[in-house]
C-alpha cells in the first residue's frame, strides 16, 4: 500500500523566513495531497491541498509543489509568522480508496 | 456548523478492561475513520466505515474493533485494553478532496492504559 514519507521531523526558521516541508509516497496511483496542521493540543485540520493534474498550487502565504515523476510533493510556507508553529502533515490518497495515508509530521517552530 | 465530536476528552483505562471511545458527526458524511497518533509514527488508520452497519480494517486494526450503529455515530471497541494502545485517537468523517464533503477531525481522545 501507499507509504509517504515526510522528511523533515524538525524545523526551526526565522519568523518572516520561508519554510519549506518536503514529502514523498510510493503510489504512482496517488492523486490527492492533502496538508493538515495541528497546533499543540488541538486537532488536525485542513491548510491546502494540491491534486495530480497540476504542479504547483499557492494559497495566500502557503504554495504547494508537487513533482510527480519524482513522486514528491513539499509545502512552502513564506514570510512566516508566529502563529504558523505547529505540527504540518502531508498525505496523500488515490481516488478510489477515499483513503488518507500520513506522513509522520513536522514540527514547525517559528522563532522571533 | 457541522462537527465531530469525541467522547471522552481522556480516559484512564486498567490493562485487561475494555474501552469504547465514541465518535458523533452532523457532517451526514457516508465515511467515517478512526486513527491513533504516536510520535514518530504521524496517523496510523486502525478502522474506517462507509455508512451504517459497514466496518473495515484499516492498517493497523488488531486489538481493535470498531462499530457504525448509524450514520451518525462511530465507536472504537478495546475489548482487552493494553499499556501499548495509549495514544491519542481521532476520529474523521468524509472523503478526502471531495466538495462538501472533505475530511473533518473531531478533537481527540487522550487514553492512557495503566
Known amino acids: 500500500g501507499e507509504k509517504v514519507e515526510q522528511h523533515e521531523s524538525t524545523l526551526s526558521v526565522r519568523e518572516g523566513d520561508s519554510a519549506v516541508i518536503n514529502c514523498t509516497y510510493t503510489d504512482t496511483a496517488s492523486s490527492y495531497f492533502p496538508w493538515y496542521k495541528q497546533e499543540a493540543g488541538k486537532s488536525l485540520h485542513f491548510v491546502i491541498d494540491i491534486r495530480s493534474n497540476v504542479d504547483r498550487k499557492q494559497s495566500q502565504r502557503l504554495i504547494v509543489l508537487l513533482d510527480k515523476k519524482a513522486k514528491r510533493f513539499s509545502l512552502h510556507i513564506t514570510a512566516t509568522q508566529p502563529e504558523d508553529s505547529a505540527i504540518y502533515f502531508c498525505?496523500?490518497?488515490?481516488?478510489?480508496?477515499?483513503?488518507?495515508?500520513f506522513g509522520t509530521g513536522t514540527r514547525l517552530q517559528v522563532l522571533p | 456548523e457541522a462537527a465531530v465530536t469525541q467522547s471522552p476528552r481522556n480516559k484512564v483505562a486498567v490493562t485487561g478492561g475494555k474501552v469504547t471511545l465514541s465518535c458523533n458527526q452532523t457532517n451526514n458524511h457516508n465515511n467515517m475513520y478512526w486513527y491513533r497518533q504516536d510520535t514518530g509514527h504521524g496517523l496510523r488508520l486502525i478502522h474506517y466505515?462507509?455508512?451504517?452497519?459497514?466496518?473495515e480494517k484499516g492498517d493497523i486494526p488488531d486489538g481493535y474493533k470498531a462499530s457504525r450503529p448509524s450514520q451518525e455515530n462511530f465507536s472504537l471497541i478495546l475489548e482487552l485494553a493494553t499499556p501499548s494502545q495509549t495514544s491519542v485517537y481521532f476520529c474523521?468523517?468524509?472523503?478526502?478532496?471531495?466538495?462538501?464533503?472533505?475530511?473533518?477531525f473531531g478533537s481527540g481522545t487522550r487514553l492512557l492504559v495503566i
Open positions: 466505515s462507509y455508512g451504517a452497519g459497514s466496518t
Open positions: 498525505a496523500a490518497s488515490t481516488a478510489n480508496t477515499n483513503k488518507v495515508v
Open positions: 474523521a468523517s468524509g472523503v478526502p478532496g471531495q466538495v462538501n464533503s472533505d475530511y473533518t
